[in-house]
């Protein structure tokens, strides 16, 4: 009987080894399984924010040649629900006889205060765009560009927002960079 107790015994530590073994290799499987998807939605989710539909492209482009200017930005106004993002196109066309690259910021993010003759600054954004909303282009000599850019509505606050976009031109000789125009949105919540 203690023979039989000592076999039974080993067979059951080879079983729990046997499942322990397999245990540890299917949660290494989840595991990179689950970050290899991760990756995969974070890169997606980026040519989405740096891709434009072809129509918000073109109007863009229709809006800088009718009004002979070199920046626009569509929609200019958009609803966007309250801690919500929606994409806006920035359009840029390069007036220089040489190709340059354009900085686009968002510099500045103010609510509007219904019955006052001032904006207040919102809360706790502009720090976040400082960090998120500063994207380049490079664009050949009388040619025209557009990038896409991310605004996020507070969650807290509701109202109308202006948001203030800032595009920049920048030299390599001398290394400048000089303010080519201000555009604004008005975000609504």
């Known amino acids: 009987m203690n023979k039989s107790y000592k076999r039974t015994n080993r067979e059951g530590q080879i079983e729990l080894s046997a499942n322990f073994i397999i ?24 040519t989405l924010v740096d891709t434009l539909d072809s129509q918000t492209q073109d109007r863009l482009k229709s809006m800088m040649l009718n009004d002979n200017s070199h920046i626009a930005v569509y929609p200019s106004d958009p609803v966007i629900g309250p801690g919500d993002s929606q994409l806006v196109g920035v359009g840029v066309t390069n007036n220089f ?7 686009i910021d968002v510099i500045s993010v103010q ?31 009388h ?22 976009i800032e595009v920049n031109s920048t030299s390599s000789t001398p290394p400048l960079a000089t303010r080519y125009g201000i555009l604004q949105v008005y975000a609504t919540n």
């Open 23 to 46: 245990v540890i290799v299917l949660s290494i499987i989840i595991v990179v399984g689950g970050l290899a998807l991760f990756f995969r939605m974070k890169g997606q989710a980026q």
């Open 97 to 103: 006889d040489t190709e340059t690259t354009f900085v």
């Open 111 to 141: 609510r509007l205060v219904k019955g006052a003759s001032d904006v207040t600054p919102a809360p706790g954004i502009i720090s976040r765009y400082r960090d998120i909303v500063s994207t380049s282009l490079k664009i050949a000599p």
């Open 143 to 164: 040619a025209q560009d557009v990038k896409a850019i991310l605004l996020k509505m507070p969650e807290s606050i509701k109202g109308e927002y202006i948001y203030t």
